[in-house]
């Protein structure tokens, strides 16, 4: 009959930290773990409501992440506590009532008593024996090696691994039972050793991976100290301007220092987000390598290479994720950049000067710096506009009756292409591709480098639907609006048919463009701008009487409205949240050339990647800027 501490051996341990159980906690589908190994485990998942098991992959609910209010197994915690405080029986002598051991021996795998160590230690075979006290086993001083003994032939090792079975045989099992079976068998030693090159090669993933994100902090700090560098520059300049004027302008010197505190403090912010982030993803990392190292103490069998398995594919996910990319926190000196004062000349004025370069929040109480012309070009000679959007590179793309043309932020005519196409509506891909409808509602596909795609779009065309927009959501789908219809097509960059439509709530979808974060849409028809959420249902609306608008998504969401005065020609445009709340007004009463054709109100507003706008009407092109 077994001892407790030989019923300990195959059943008392963890199958992560291959060691006896501490604090064992149950999971719903019945296997338990440590505490503190499941723990990790929660450390390292998205979904702090949950934990998967290792074993059968089930999930187990844990509230706010807390693995402390899983039930305990608590005949298993006894158990382990009644083993660890008792020493384990001789397991060399052949009485009935064995006599408790006083040494183990790592070569025979056997534990001894006072007689059995003396007789073992005069047999001359065993001299080079490893024996170690049980004062020392049981402090888990040192690690107990087991052989593995086949249970149906005690005498024969366990010297295979059967791939199908997860488990160590003997030879003769191999052989009489999975070898029968048609199960993959192979030497333990080949078994354990691809085990652990395997464990190596993630480990020097974690290496690569926390080596590229270390690399990574190290930028931002070096972002950081340029930013204090640019700022105090600022603080310089207005206190030299400060003491010249110091009787007349102390009151606004504090008002300059306590934007720049601001704008301090709010990129600073922004940095050290992005670097905690690093920081916990390393940390993610290191409790993982942690969880899948442990597969190197002892051969792994059963439950505790299934969980192996499992912690493995997660390293090898969380692996497979992008590297931290620069250019977030290039973006933020890039801001502090552009920032610069400038000061007034004249004596008299109260007014130190003013900071440029940063657009401030009016519903904070800031004041957004006034906005003039950039550049007022005339389109191609004998083109007319359609549509504009915003193309990679920082170029606006205007389409025309006679192809596409790229302009420059300043309003320089860089490229044409496609000028043997009619364009209606351009849209482009996140790697770059464009998508193009014609005036007869035909929509194609183009590389970077505009050389036509083989992929057909089964669209509907302008006789059988009408001409609506055209826009491209953040997982690359197309959308595709039809003015009769009142409805939408959604297709997928491979072509073919649309996957789904979408009715537009009674609203005629003229212009479509969609929201990056939010998978919203915005449409307007004739009068009126209106969110509609994925099932086209309608939500906040935009609508000015006497005013047609003509509406753009930015970059970062929020939206931009040209209202043009009915047969007035005046345009003023304004910002909005992406939930149609006012924000400022940035042009106002803008006077256009009027169009040679007065009958044919097209007009189109966008926003360049440089923070430029562009108003186009059939024939000009006008940008906005910030002065």
Same mark, same amino acid.
């Given at each position: /009959?077994?001892?407790?501490?030989?019923?300990?051996?195959?059943?008392?341990?963890?199958?992560?930290?291959?060691?006896?159980?501490?604090?064992?906690?149950?999971?719903?589908?019945?296997?338990?773990?440590?505490?503190?190994?499941?723990?990790?485990?929660?450390?390292?998942?998205?979904?702090?409501?949950?934990?998967?098991?290792?074993?059968?992959?089930?999930?187990?609910?844990?509230?706010?992440?807390?693995?402390?209010?899983?039930?305990?197994?608590?005949?298993?915690?006894?158990?382990?506590?009644?083993?660890?405080?008792?020493?384990? +029986?001789?397991?060399?002598?052949?009485?009935?009532?064995?006599?408790?051991?006083?040494?183990?021996?790592?070569?025979?795998?056997?534990?001894?008593?006072?007689?059995?160590?003396?007789?073992?230690?005069? %047999?001359?075979?065993?001299? =080079?024996?490893?024996?170690?006290?049980?004062?020392?086993?049981?402090?888990?001083?040192?690690?107990?090696?087991?052989?593995?003994?086949?249970?149906?032939?005690?005498?024969?090792?366990?010297?295979?691994?059967?791939?199908?079975?997860?488990?160590?045989?003997?030879?003769?099992?191999?052989?009489?039972? &999975?070898?029968?079976?048609? &199960?993959?068998?192979?030497? =333990?030693?080949?078994?354990?050793?691809?085990?652990?090159?395997?464990?190596?090669?993630?480990?020097?993933?974690?290496?690569?991976?926390?080596?590229?994100?270390?690399? #990574?902090?190290?930028?931002?700090?070096?972002?950081?100290?340029?930013?204090?560098?640019?700022?105090?520059?600022?603080?310089?300049?207005?206190?030299?301007?400060?003491?010249?004027?110091?009787?007349?302008?102390?009151?606004?010197?504090?008002?300059?220092?306590?934007?720049?505190?601001?704008?301090?403090?709010?990129?600073?912010? @922004?940095?050290?987000?992005?670097?905690?982030?690093?920081?916990?993803?390393?940390? #993610?990392?290191? =409790?993982?390598?942690?969880?899948?190292?442990?597969?190197?103490?002892?051969?792994?069998?059963?439950?505790?290479?299934?969980? #192996?398995?499992?912690?493995?594919?997660?390293?090898?996910?969380?692996?497979?994720?992008?590297?931290?990319?620069?250019?977030?926190?290039?973006?933020?000196?890039?801001? +502090?950049?552009? $920032?610069?004062?400038?000061?007034?000349?004249?004596?008299?004025?109260?007014?130190?000067?003013?900071?440029?370069?940063?657009?401030?929040?009016?519903?904070?109480?800031?004041?957004?710096?006034? %906005?003039?012309?950039?550049?007022?070009?005339?389109?191609?000679?004998?083109?007319?506009?359609?549509?504009?959007?915003?193309?990679?590179?920082?170029?606006?793309?205007?389409?025309?009756?006679?192809?596409?043309?790229?302009?420059?932020?300043?309003?320089?005519?860089?490229?044409?292409?496609?000028?043997?196409?009619?364009?209606?509506?351009?849209?482009?891909?996140?790697?770059?591709?464009?998508?193009?409808?014609? /005036?007869?509602?035909?929509?194609?596909?183009? +590389?970077?480098? %505009?050389?036509?795609?083989?992929?057909?779009?089964?669209?509907?065309?302008?006789?059988?639907?009408?001409?609506?927009?055209?826009?491209?959501?953040?997982?690359?789908?197309?959308?595709?609006?039809?003015?009769?219809?009142?409805? $939408?097509?959604?297709? +997928?960059?491979?072509?073919?048919?649309?996957?789904?439509?979408?009715?537009?709530?009674?609203?005629?979808?003229?212009?479509?463009?969609?929201?990056?974060?939010?998978?919203?849409?915005?449409?307007?028809?004739?009068?009126?701008?209106?969110?509609?959420?994925?099932?086209?249902?309608?939500?906040? !609306?935009?609508?000015?009487?006497? /005013?047609?608008?003509?509406?753009?998504?930015?970059?970062?969401?929020?939206?931009? !409205? =040209? %209202?043009?005065?009915?047969?007035?020609?005046? !345009?003023?445009?304004?910002?909005?949240?992406?939930?149609?709340? #006012?924000?400022?007004?940035?042009?106002?009463?803008?006077? $256009?050339?009027?169009?040679?054709?007065? /009958?044919?109100?097209?007009?189109?507003?966008?926003?360049?990647?440089?923070? @430029?706008?562009?108003?186009?009407?059939?024939?000009?092109?006008? $940008?906005?800027?910030?002065?």
């Amino acid at each position: /009959m077994a001892t407790v501490h030989q019923i300990s051996s195959q059943n008392l341990e963890c199958p992560i930290c291959l060691t006896l159980f501490n604090q064992p906690k149950l999971l719903t589908c019945s296997h338990t773990f440590c505490k503190d190994c499941l723990q990790r485990i929660s450390q390292t998942q998205s979904d702090k409501e949950t934990i998967t098991c290792p074993i059968c992959r089930k999930e187990t609910l844990t509230p706010g992440g807390d693995v402390d209010k899983l039930q305990t197994n608590v005949p298993l915690s006894s158990l382990v506590d009644e083993v660890k405080t008792k020493n384990p +029986t001789c397991t060399v002598c052949e009485m009935d009532e064995k006599p408790a051991s006083v040494s183990y021996c790592q070569d025979c795998g056997k534990y001894m008593c006072d007689s059995c160590e003396k007789g073992h230690s005069f %047999w001359k075979p065993f001299s =080079a024996h490893v024996v170690i006290a049980m004062s020392e086993v049981l402090s888990e001083k040192v690690q107990v090696n087991r052989r593995r003994r086949c249970k149906k032939h005690p005498n024969d090792d366990e010297e295979c691994f059967c791939t199908g079975c997860r488990e160590y045989v003997c030879c003769k099992c191999g052989m009489l039972r &999975h070898s029968k079976a048609g &199960h993959d068998i192979e030497e =333990a030693a080949i078994h354990e050793e691809k085990l652990i090159k395997n464990i190596n090669e993630l480990k020097k993933g974690v290496k690569s991976k926390k080596m590229t994100i270390e690399n #990574h902090i190290k930028f931002i700090k070096t972002q950081r100290n340029e930013i204090t560098s640019l700022f105090r520059k600022l603080d310089d300049d207005i206190d030299k301007t400060y003491e010249e004027y110091m009787q007349l302008l102390s009151a606004r010197r504090e008002s300059l220092k306590s934007q720049v505190k601001y704008l301090s403090e709010k990129f600073e912010k @922004e940095l050290q987000v992005m670097e905690t982030e690093s920081q916990q993803t390393i940390s #993610h990392m290191t =409790a993982m390598e942690e969880l899948v190292t442990n597969g190197m103490k002892v051969p792994l069998e059963k439950d505790a290479l299934f969980a #192996h398995d499992t912690l493995c594919d997660n390293l090898k996910s969380f692996l497979r994720r992008n590297d931290p990319d620069d250019r977030s926190p290039i973006g933020v000196t890039e801001q +502090t950049r552009k $920032i610069v004062f400038r000061r007034h000349e004249r004596v008299n004025e109260l007014c130190l000067g003013e900071l440029k370069g940063y657009t401030w929040d009016v519903q904070g109480g800031d004041v957004s710096p006034p %906005w003039d012309v950039k550049a007022d070009v005339n389109l191609p000679s004998g083109t007319r506009m359609a549509c504009i959007a915003r193309a990679p590179g920082g170029k606006m793309a205007v389409g025309s009756s006679k192809g596409i043309h790229l302009y420059s932020p300043n309003g320089k005519l860089q490229q044409t292409v496609q000028k043997d196409v009619s364009v209606s509506r351009i849209g482009f891909l996140s790697d770059g591709r464009s998508v193009v409808s014609n /005036m007869n509602n035909k929509v194609s596909l183009y +590389t970077p480098q %505009w050389e036509k795609l083989d992929v057909t779009f089964e669209t509907m065309r302008n006789f059988e639907g009408g001409l609506g927009g055209l826009t491209v959501d953040r997982d690359d789908n197309i959308y595709v609006g039809y003015w009769e219809l009142r409805e $939408i097509l959604v297709f +997928t960059p491979q072509g073919g048919k649309a996957v789904r439509s979408m009715m537009c709530d009674g609203y005629i979808p003229m212009q479509i463009f969609s929201f990056h974060n939010t998978g919203k849409l915005l449409l307007t028809d004739e009068s009126t701008v209106v969110c509609l959420n994925s099932e086209g249902k309608k939500g906040k !609306v935009l609508k000015k009487d006497g /005013m047609a608008p003509f509406p753009a998504v930015c970059r970062d969401d929020s939206v931009i !409205v =040209a %209202w043009l005065k009915n047969n007035e020609f005046l !345009v003023s445009i304004d910002r909005y949240t992406s939930d149609l709340k #006012h924000v400022r007004n940035v042009i106002t009463d803008f006077q $256009i050339q009027c169009p040679w054709l007065v /009958m044919l109100p097209r007009y189109r507003v966008q926003e360049f990647e440089s923070g @430029e706008i562009a108003f186009c009407t059939p024939y000009r092109l006008y $940008i906005f800027n910030a002065i």
